[in-house]
């Protein structure tokens, strides 16, 4: 009775240890790196183009220069123009293209920076004006310039920034006068005038790839209190005709910038890296070293052991445990009371195979001469079939 136990305590050992050996090495997994966000941080330049429309009123006065401040002697010219008036309202518009410099800053999604662009504008439009004495004139404004300095706060998805912006704006206009007084024609020349205004808006800038990207903004821009002059030609008189005007300008424009900074991989235009099942330069086979593995088989014994002679076996014990090949413990007797022992000991000492053959990553703080990545050397290298047949041969014994 004892040695069937301890013959069953050998063969559910070994059975253990061999599935405990063919159990593959489990290695930590590879950490799934998520893609940098676009960064948005860092100094740009770009280009801008786009198209603007604005909403121009007007007055103008004119001021006589002769004695009794009229603009004929003694006022009584048939182009007298003391106390005319003339006021109207139209709209212009036109092309404008210019360039930009600005810095942002991000921490997480929200972005804070500051742009600075100048604008050539080509808007200008024509209007009737009003005339109080029963005179034709007509005045043809004109938008030549635009400096504004904003602040913008953005909010950034990734690569992906709608924004908002607000500051001040720097416009230069000019305006022509035209009049028809008495049946005489005359052109003034122009009243230019630079006039501080404010400006607002809002854009969504998007990147494209690297430190390049786009953007689409629109803007507002209102100057009020324009003063501008410009002396009566003199086949009208002597003076000076006054204009106080006020201009409502909105801007659309595209722009495309490059920022000074760290790269980013997230653009919209950036190519990504297509996977495919089983290529090995999937995102996890890549971040494995398959040539720096190894595995290990363990060798031939030189000489088989002797075998015992087999009892005659019961024909049901037969049939019921098939011959499989299983590790079991060395050279003992079944009588000796460490059979368990030593069928837990560790496998003979390996060599490595490399050929047609998946080779595990050697562990750190291990080294090939102490572990040689496989279990404890055993002490006793038997073959292993061998020692399940001296147990099987006691198990049919019984």
């Not at 600075?116 to 209007?127: H, K, P, V, Y």
């Not at 990147?207 to 629109?218: D, R, T, V």
């Not at 990545?373 to 292993?384: I, L, N, Q, V």
Request: hydrophobic letters at 40%; glycine letters at 12%; a neutral charge.
């Amino acid at each position: 009775m004892k040695r069937i136990l301890l013959a069953c305590v050998a063969l559910w050992v070994s059975g253990a240890s061999a599935a405990e050996l063919a159990t593959p090495q489990l290695y930590r997994p590879t950490p799934v790196v998520s893609q940098r966000l676009y960064e948005w941080t860092g100094l740009y330049f770009g280009i801008n183009a786009g198209y603007g429309w604005a909403d121009a009123d007007s007055a103008v006065i004119f001021t006589g220069a002769l004695p009794g401040g009229t603009t004929t002697p003694f006022g009584l010219g048939a182009t007298e123009l003391t106390g005319t008036t003339l006021a109207g309202t139209g709209r212009l518009s036109g092309g404008l293209a210019g360039g930009q410099a600005g810095f942002n800053f991000q921490s997480g999604g929200i972005v804070l920076g500051g742009e600075l662009d100048a604008q050539w504008s080509g808007q200008r439009g024509s209007f009737t004006v009003n005339c109080s004495t029963g005179c034709a004139a007509s005045l043809s404004p004109r938008i030549k310039s635009v400096l504004t300095a904003r602040a913008r706060l953005g909010y950034a998805f990734d690569g992906i920034m709608p924004y908002v912006t607000a500051g001040g704006a720097v416009v230069n206009v000019a305006d022509d006068l035209t009049m028809t007084v008495a049946g005489v024609s005359a052109t003034f020349p122009s009243m230019p005038a630079t006039v501080l205004g404010w400006v607002a808006g809002a854009g969504v800038e998007v990147g494209l790839w690297s430190n390049w990207s786009a953007k689409l903004e629109y803007l507002h821009i209102g100057i009020n209190n324009v003063a501008a002059g410009a002396p009566i030609p003199n086949v009208l008189g002597v003076g000076i005709a006054a204009e106080g005007a006020g201009y409502q300008d909105n801007l659309v424009r595209v722009g495309l910038n490059y920022r000074f900074g760290p790269s980013s991989g997230g653009g919209l235009l950036t190519p990504r890296p297509a996977y495919a099942m089983g290529d090995a330069r999937s995102a996890y086979a890549s971040s494995v070293d398959l040539h720096s593995m190894e595995s290990y088989v363990s060798p031939r014994p030189s000489k088989p052991a002797p075998q015992q002679a087999a009892a005659p076996a019961a024909p049901a014990m037969t049939q019921a445990m098939p011959q499989v090949a299983m590790p079991v413990a060395s050279r003992a007797s079944i009588s000796e009371p460490d059979v368990a022992t030593d069928a837990l000991e560790s496998r003979a000492s390996a060599k490595p195979v490399t050929t047609g053959m998946i080779e595990l990553p050697k562990l750190p703080g291990y080294d090939d001469a102490s572990s040689e990545h496989s279990r404890p050397r055993r002490e006793r290298k038997e073959d292993d079939s061998l020692r399940l047949k001296k147990i099987m041969s006691i198990c049919q014994g019984c």
